[in-house]
């Protein structure tokens, strides 16, 4: 009660904003947003200046941005927590969502199967955390070219030794689903990304999530997409709104799991 968070959005945003304005609201708080226009961060202003100013004034920021840089730096230099809305390495607010949704499905967490179909882009990065240190096997695929980086593949693959899961890439997108627990999948093209959308679509038609791929997971498989979704791209309507889906229970807990954030780190600060 009585914090206030100031929002930071160098990108468009439906799910992130609503969910954090209402959510601030809701625990008694308030939020401020802050448009690329208002602040344009890095040029009008360094990101070390705003992060010094904004933490006299707030309790806490949400940064959503292109480059996570930015938010490695506002972090290193705010004084309040420094939430990441979504940059282009990783979406962790999504992903926590997604976890507490297979939780509340009643879904048994440790040893299941997990599998993402698509661009191995930021969301697929923090599935990929996630999964590995919960115990859940993951399986990513991918079209050749396309596969999330190195770097967190090593990691990942780390944690999953640690919590006796698997992380395993593949460019089968059939092959992969076959016994899938959940079904997840994310716009082929993201934001920033919109001059490679027709060469893209072709790349990526083979990676549909459609009826036929859905018929290759477990009988009471999930279907996830973390939205917006490209309907008759990378997801079907017959599935996106059919009965394996989850994707508008993600959307809404969105907003229950960032309280839950909000909570653990606004507690006990002015």
Sequence with gaps: SGKTMALIFQKPSNRTRVSFDVGMYQLGGNSIYLSPNEINLGVRESIKDVARTLSRYVSGIVLRTFEHKNVVELAKYATVPVINGLSDFSHPCQALADVYTLREANRKIEGMNFVYVGDGNNVCHSLMYACSKLGINIRIATPKGYEPLNEVLAETEAFAKDSGSEVILSNDPFDAVKGANVIYTDVWTSMGQEKEADERRKIFKDFQINQKL?????????????????????????????????????????????????????????
């Design 214 to 270: 859905v018929n290759l997971g477990s009988k009471d498989v999930l279907v996830m997409h973390c939205l917006p979704a490209h309907r008759g791209e990378e997801i079907t309507d017959e599935v996106i709104d059919g009965t394996s889906s989850v994707v508008f229970d993600e959307a809404e807990n969105r907003m229950h799991v960032q309280k839950a954030i909000l909570i653990k780190l606004l507690n006990g600060r002015a």
